[in-house]
């Protein structure tokens, strides 16, 4: 009697520390912060290796910047696909632009890709990769 109700109580102290541990999380599955977010900042903050990301119009950029302007548009086309998770991160950095809060202030980003993937597709993919790969290595 005296071990079920210490182990009645040590489940409940481990409930309630995982109650409190979630508050203010709207949903457990989606904490996870795409690595396109860093990325974005970088672009946002002026912070990008322009030997990994060439800028498109070099002429409109000063050799020798002495303070480096935030665009006011970025375009984002992912080759491969970009997912559900991504496309749900820049809509969210899309509205705190709009409310002109953080590092997104005054800057739309616009998000597209060749497919938006799920796991099925992800996987179905990675098999048709796998099927290229052995025939072309014969």
């Known amino acids: 009697m005296v071990n079920e109700q210490t182990n009645q109580a040590a489940c409940l102290t481990v409930l309630k520390s995982c ?3 979630l508050q203010g999380v709207e949903n457990v599955y989606t904490q996870h912060t795409p690595l396109l977010m ?3 900042e ?3 903050k002026g912070r990008l290796k322009d030997v990994e990301y060439p800028s498109i119009d070099k002429s409109a950029m000063p050799a020798q910047p ?3 302007q935030a665009p006011k548009l970025v375009v984002i086309f992912i080759v491969g696909g970009t997912t559900y998770e991504e496309a749900r991160a820049v809509t969210e950095l899309n509205a705190q632009s709009e409310r002109h809060e953080g590092w997104a202030s005054g800057i739309k980003f616009v998000l597209g890709g060749t497919s938006v993937q799920n796991s099925t597709s992800f996987m179905h993919d990675l098999g048709e990769m796998s099927m290229n790969e052995k025939m072309y290595s014969t």
């Open 38 to 40: 860093q990325t974005l």
């Open 42 to 44: 970088s672009v946002a």
């Open 66 to 68: 002495t303070k480096v």
């Open 19 to 21: 109650a409190t541990a």
